[in-house]
């Protein structure tokens, strides 16, 4: 992240900045806090307002320049109209973020005052639109040392300090605390897939984890020697084509009252560079594969918004690092290696190495901790973007209940999933003539049979597998994601867990 947005929280009476946002509903209507700064303006926002014909929709704007009677060097009107949901807000707030920015004010003042707030009370209101603005805000400049003068980009010399105004701004202040845990786990997600693979291979990843126990996570890295001591082959032999070690990381999150009470588990694919290996891909395009580890950026951000804002719950965290390169030590197409759990795969291409990475990994996971329930995210395959584009991710699941909750928490949250199939039929079509399995099915039905591959070793586990291929990376720009990295599911997690793992009293 490159220029954290500060945000506060005043009562309506507070003073306000240069460049102000007032909410009207539709009509348009005006709400209290609003309706006062035009009488001060002797009528001259409602008055601007009819002559733009804005009639409050949905996030449509105007500007005001320099209205009489009120200090202000601008005030822009949003509208609200038909605003219902969470999503709805955050998306409010984002483009309330977006209209101040394009106008490069550094501070700004935003008055949520609804006309209607809809099912929720002011204060969750206010914290909901801080959160979008927020979410909005995040940028990756670290590398660009010069300021491109024709560059439109919103945030450079943008937004610093934004004061939100609203009824109850200690509630608001207190709700949004909750939120902003959250957004710093969204945030680590983002910066981990933007980073360039030269400067985030797998021990720089496995360090940067290990900071995150100053946030109480309890964080081990297990480097190549344990691994081998794991006998987790399957994992290794993606990584010893490249001159970088791999690593697996546990956190651990121990929340709930009872130390000793089951956890969730989330475990990531974090493929640090995917050239292909020896399989090696096209050039074209080949940068994104820095992008391979989104699963295991995922898991971390996931873990830290939990630590952070104190979760009632025990959650394990598992990433699997690896960089996939060929080279004289790589893996070849038609080895055979034998995974942690005995069982034994051909890897007949070793592009499909993610599925390699999880098989130990997802083990692991199930072995030592004896979770309530995996879920695992990963950069898995091109075939699920063929299947449902970049706006669900997919979701295989062996269990009703939690394909449920996994879609239930998607619709709340934006981060959306589709759920696919899994089934016998597709289970034999990795069977091997030459090993238990291999690592790649026919012609047809790509994101399946990486999903059956994934099902041979969680056993009967509560299981559900998100395909992120399209939605972790380069999934288009929106209201509350301008990055390329979007840190999807880090909210959609949290929420999952929010809704149904955690004891209720804090
Ligand atoms: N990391 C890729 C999948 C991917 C592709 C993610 C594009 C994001 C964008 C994965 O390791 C891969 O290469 N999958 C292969 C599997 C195939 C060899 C069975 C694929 O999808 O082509
Ligand atoms: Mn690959
Ligand atoms: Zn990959």
């Not at 220029?3 to 507070?14: N, V």
């Not at 002797?42 to 804005?54: I, Q, W, Y």
């Not at 320049?65 to 955050?90: F, M, N």
């Not at 034994?344 to 072995?367: F, H, K, P, S």
Request: hydrophobic fraction near 45%; include cysteine; charge should be neutral.
């Amino acid at each position: 992240m490159s220029q954290p947005l500060d945000i506060q929280f005043a009562s309506l009476s507070g003073e306000m900045a240069p460049t102000i946002v007032l909410l009207a509903d539709e009509g348009p209507a005006f709400g209290s806090a609003a309706k006062r700064l035009d009488e001060r303006a002797k009528g001259a926002l409602r008055k601007a307002a009819d002559a733009a014909e804005f009639k409050g929709k949905s996030r449509s704007s105007i500007e005001i320049l320099a209205p009489t009677g009120i200090e202000a060097r601008r005030v822009l009107l949003l509208g609200t109209g038909g605003t219902k949901t969470e999503l709805d807000r955050l998306r409010l707030g984002g483009a309330a973020f977006g209209l101040i920015s394009a106008r490069k004010a550094e501070t700004a003042t935003l008055v949520a005052d609804p006309v209607d707030a809809g099912q929720v009370s002011e204060e969750v209101f206010a914290a909901d639109l801080a959160l979008g603005a927020l979410l909005r805000s995040y940028t990756f400049e670290k590398y660009r040392s010069k300021k491109n003068d024709n560059d439109e980009d919103e945030k450079r010399d943008g937004l610093r300090t934004l004061t939100i105004l609203c009824a109850k701004p200690d509630a608001a202040a207190k709700a949004f605390a909750g939120r902003k845990a959250v957004a710093d786990g969204v945030f680590l997600a983002r910066d981990l897939v933007n980073e360039p693979a030269n400067v985030l291979g797998p021990v720089e990843f496995a360090e940067r984890l290990q900071e995150l126990a100053s946030s109480g996570l309890v964080v081990e890295v297990l480097d190549e020697d344990d691994l081998k001591a794991l006998k987790m082959n399957a994992l290794l032999a993606v990584g010893q084509g490249s001159a970088r070690p791999s690593r697996v990381v546990v956190m651990q999150w121990n929340g709930a009252k009872s130390k000793r009470a089951k956890p969730v588990c989330f475990v990531g694919k974090g493929v640090c560079f995917d050239t292909g290996g020896i399989s090696i891909k096209p050039a074209g395009g080949m940068e994104d594969m820095k992008g391979d580890m989104g699963g295991a950026a995922c898991v971390a951000g996931l873990m830290l918004a939990l630590a952070k804002r104190n979760a009632g719950v025990n959650a394990i965290g598992i990433v699997g690092l690896a960089e996939n390169m060929p080279s004289g030590t790589a893996q070849r197409p038609g080895d055979i290696v034998t995974s942690m759990s005995g069982q034994t795969i051909e890897v007949l291409n070793t592009d499909a190495e993610g599925r390699l990475v999880l098989a130990d990994a997802l083990w692991y996971a199930n072995d030592r901790f004896k979770p309530r329930l995996i879920v695992d995210l990963a950069t898995l395959t091109g075939a699920i973007m063929v299947a449902l584009g970049k706006e669900y991710a997919g979701l295989f699941c062996n269990d009703e209940r939690l394909a449920k909750e996994l879609e239930a928490a998607g619709e709340v949250t934006g981060d959306k999933v589709w759920r696919m199939p899994l089934g016998k039929a597709y289970d034999r079509l990795i069977d091997s003539k030459n090993a238990d399995m291999k690592n790649i099915g026919g012609r047809y039905g790509g994101a399946i049979t990486g999903a059956q591959f994934l099902q041979r070793f969680v056993k009967d586990t509560p299981w559900a597998h998100l395909d992120i291929a399209g939605t972790a990376m380069d999934s288009g720009r929106n209201e509350i994601n301008q990055s390329w990295g979007s840190g999807w599911g880090v909210r959609l997690l949290d929420r999952l867990v929010a809704d149904n793992y955690e004891r209720p009293e804090k």
